[in-house]
C-alpha cells in the first residue's frame, strides 16, 4: 500500500475542526485563507534546488492547498496565482494562490524567505475558526478557536504527535488490508493544482 503522507490531517485539532463545520457551527463555508511560511537561504538545501522538487509550493504551499481541498471535501474549478522566483535558484521563494471551488474561495500564502508563520481561518455564514499552527504543531499545544461576531465562543487546546498518528492509521490500513486514509489519487489531484499554479 502507499498513502500521502499529509500528517496534519491526523491532528486531533482537525477533527475537531471537521467537527464544528459539519455539526453548522459556522454555517456554510464560504472562504478560507490560510499562511505558511519560513526562511531558508540555504543554497545547499533541497527546497532551494530547482528541477529536484524545490520550491515553497511543493514544499509549504502544498499543505495550503490540500487542507482547502479538505475543508470543502470538493477540487477546484479555477485557480489563480503570483509566483515570485529567487533570481539565484530558480524556485519559487514567494507564492500567492487564490482556489476557486464549486461553493467558495480559499486563498493562501507560502514563502520560503519570509518571517516563520502559518496559520488558517475558515469562514461561514454564522462564524469563523480559527487555526493557530494548523499543519505542523509537532509538540506544541494547538488552539483552536470559534468566533461568533468577534466573540470567542469556544476555544479548544489539542497536543499530539501526528507524525504517529498518520504511521498508526497507515499501520492499521495494512494490518486490516483497508483503504488508505490518504491515497495516491489525493496527492495527484493536489499536485494538480500546484503545476497550474506555478504555470500562470
Known amino acids: 500500500k502507499v498513502m500521502e503522507a499529509f500528517m496534519y490531517r491526523f491532528h486531533p485539532q482537525w477533527e475537531l475542526v471537521k467537527k464544528w463545520i459539519e455539526e453548522g457551527e459556522i454555517g456554510e463555508v464560504n472562504t478560507i485563507q490560510s499562511v505558511f511560511t519560513y526562511f531558508n537561504d540555504d543554497p545547499d538545501d533541497i527546497r532551494n534546488k530547482e528541477g529536484i522538487g524545490g520550491g515553497g509550493l511543493m514544499d509549504i504551499g502544498c499543505y495550503c492547498i490540500s487542507a482547502s481541498r479538505y475543508i470543502f471535501g470538493d477540487e477546484p474549478i479555477e485557480v489563480l496565482g503570483e509566483i515570485e522566483l529567487d533570481p539565484e ?44 499552527i494548523p499543519f505542523n504543531p509537532l509538540e506544541n499545544v494547538a488552539t483552536v478557536r470559534l468566533k461568533k461576531e468577534g466573540k470567542v465562543e469556544k476555544e479548544k487546546e489539542t497536543q499530539a504527535n501526528h507524525y504517529t498518528l498518520q504511521g498508526d ?14 491515497p495516491l489519487e489525493d496527492a495527484v489531484a493536489n499536485m494538480r493544482i500546484i503545476e497550474a499554479l506555478l504555470e500562470k
Open 89 to 132: 535558484f530558480g524556485v519559487d521563494r514567494l507564492a500567492s494562490g487564490i482556489l476557486k471551488f464549486p461553493n467558495g474561495t480559499a486563498s493562501f500564502i507560502c514563502g520560503t524567505q519570509t518571517s516563520p508563520e502559518q496559520h488558517l481561518q475558515v469562514f461561514g455564514t454564522k462564524g469563523i475558526i480559527e487555526m493557530d
Open 169 to 182: 492509521a497507515f499501520s492499521k490500513a495494512i494490518l486490516e488490508d483497508t483503504p488508505v486514509p490518504t
